[in-house]
């Protein structure tokens, strides 16, 4: 069969869309820090008009500098014991397979909304462009974008010595939270290949609506008619599925990426900050990790340089935690970085 790709005048349409796109997630993050930005309509406005302008020298989203951004100084992991240790001893991070996320809702409710829009758009189109709707159901499923590429994500919290997130990822209240230089940090990341750095917005369907339904459309008027597609060359059936099939993994790709900026509201007091890794399957620096069922895969971030604090939580024997954590710090050579105990009266549930 003819390897079928996707003309390059649609290629190159559909990333600059893809980097408007978020510049518009951008946008709809300053509007919920600060109300006196544009308005919803005005963001649905320039996303339906974008122009294919390049994105600016130095602009905090352009591809240079789109992973470091600035604001408050630390970000905060949350662990247990044997993961700070891990940590420390190791140097690194782990970014791991969103198919791991022990919540995938935010990308499930992401994934039905763009199915519903997509739908919607196609009722009263061709029947490629049905066919299309049918083909982008498996594209969104284990044989679509998540099988052209894997995405890691590491998630951080810009919010210190909070109850709720200590009860839930640092072993009740026992373990401890890592503080890093947010700024150097994501150059770090930045410079081994990372894809996005960002703090995740809590979710209205009507603004991942603004998101998508301009990126679906811009699909749909690229999928060919039946005369149109034999004028294209695509005159067998085999040829058209094949492209039907490499244009819906092009749309269920970008809103997988898309959906890991949103959360669920309940979600809102984590004030979560995630770094997102996009790797092919055969990139170098996959790795395997095992967990009981369950074979991991992930890369890994080198922090080194950017672990400014330790802090021990407040169900944990304090001065044994500090103890070992200092101790942790001496015996794999690192300096610079103050271990503090958690103020929180907090006695857990074991």
Known sequence: MTDIRLPEDLQNALNTL???AFRIIQTIHNKAKNPDSASTQKIIDFLRNCDNRPLAEGDPTSDNSRAVSFGRSLIYHYTNESGLRDILKSKTLWLS?????NDTSELNHGVSLATTILRSKVEN???????FAKFSNNAFGPSGAQNTAYYFV???STKGN???QWRNYADDGRGYILGFNKYHLEKTFTNDGGTRAFETLYYDSQELETIYTPFIEKILDAIPNIDDAILMGLNTLPETREFLTKISVELASF???????????AYLNEKEYRFLKICKHNASQVKTRYRPYELIKYTELNWEGTL???MVGPAANQPKAKRFAEDCLAEFDITGVTVDCSDIPYRSHE
Do not use: G, T, V, W
Request: include cysteine; hydrophobic fraction near 35%; proline fraction near 3%.
């Open 97 to 101: 397979d969103i198919k791991n996320l």
């Open 162 to 164: 909070d109850l709720e």
């Open 308 to 310: 400014q604090s330790i």
């Open 18 to 20: 893809r980097e408007e």
């Open 125 to 131: 189109r061709s029947l490629n462009h049905q066919a």
């Open 255 to 265: 809103m997988l990426e898309a959906s890991l900026y949103f959360k669920h509201p």
């Open 154 to 156: 590491c998630s951080f």
